[in-house]
């Protein structure tokens, strides 16, 4: 089962292009206040096919609310956000919706159905996928869908939990099951906001490779919000350090230092939390 890579999308550009990039998600000039409180104040981030990047920073430093531009779950007041050369910002309504299925979403707390199976979940990824999520009520999946989600839940190494009810799967179960979804999507990015916060060490480690593994091997652009600096260095393809909305350093995970990181913690000036 091979995912897209990023070289086999047509680059329909909408809107302007900020930046002469093919890669799959491309933040431009990335800009969001609420009220008086400057949260990203001019943000360019680049995620690249094949790479996991992952965002550190202090609480408040608008590592989230820069997720949640990105794909515009929240509006930018300024800047730009191309998900395979589609301007988000520049779409509204299906073809924002439709252009938004590249990017597969992870949180902190899984958002599996909990009375569902782990497989009624993953199908649920590319019902997402075809625009159909609302069947999700129905009991039956269209046959390509099984498929999909049988071969999502064997690449995370869990086709053996299928039937398992999602609310009875551990919390580290329950994220692979999450990347299981996000992988059906046939998404080109993943997004995910602190995957790892509530899982125990041994967990924490696996989901990560598992992500590291779904960019490398799958060519998909993965995204991590962690608050565990060791884990990012240890999987990150690259880091990106946000400090009071802004990125105080972008570069390859074996050339950061430990004090330019633990730096982004000590300086904070934004938590407003
Ligand atoms: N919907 C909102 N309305 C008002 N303020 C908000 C809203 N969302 C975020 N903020 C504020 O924006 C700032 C950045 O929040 P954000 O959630 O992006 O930080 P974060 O870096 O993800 O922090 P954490 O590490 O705690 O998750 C905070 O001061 C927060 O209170
Ligand atoms: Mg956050």
Known sequence: MTAKLASEQPSAAAGSRPRGSDAPLVISGMRKSFGPNEVLKGV????????LLTVLGANGS???????????????????????????????????RRARREAAVIFQRVALVAGRSAFDNVCHGAL????????????TFPAEVK????CGLER??????????????????????????????????ILADEPVSALDPRAAEEVLALLADVAHEDGLGVLTVLHQPDLAV?????????????????????????????ALYEDEQGDAN
């Open 234 to 262: 240890r999987h990150s393809d690259r880091i990106v350090g946000m400090r009071s909305g802004e990125v105080a350093f972008d570069r390859p995970a074996r050339d950061t230092s430990s004090a330019e990181i633990a």
């Open 147 to 150: 498929e999909l989600a049988a």
């Open 128 to 139: 997402g996928r075809m625009g159909l999520a609302e069947s999700l009520h129905s009991r």
């Open 156 to 189: 995370v190494g869990l086709l053996d939990k299928a039937w398992q009810r999602a609310g009875t799967l551990s919390g580290g179960q329950a994220q692979r099951v999450a990347v299981a979804r996000a992988y059906t999507q046939r998404a080109s990015v």
């Open 44 to 51: 360019d981030l680049e995620l690249r096919a094949g790479e």
């Open 62 to 96: 608008g590592k989230s609310t820069l997720l949640r531009c990105a794909i515009r779950l929240t509006d930018p007041d300024a800047g730009h956000a191309l998900l395979q050369g589609k301007d988000l910002t520049a779409l509204s309504g299906g073809e924002l």
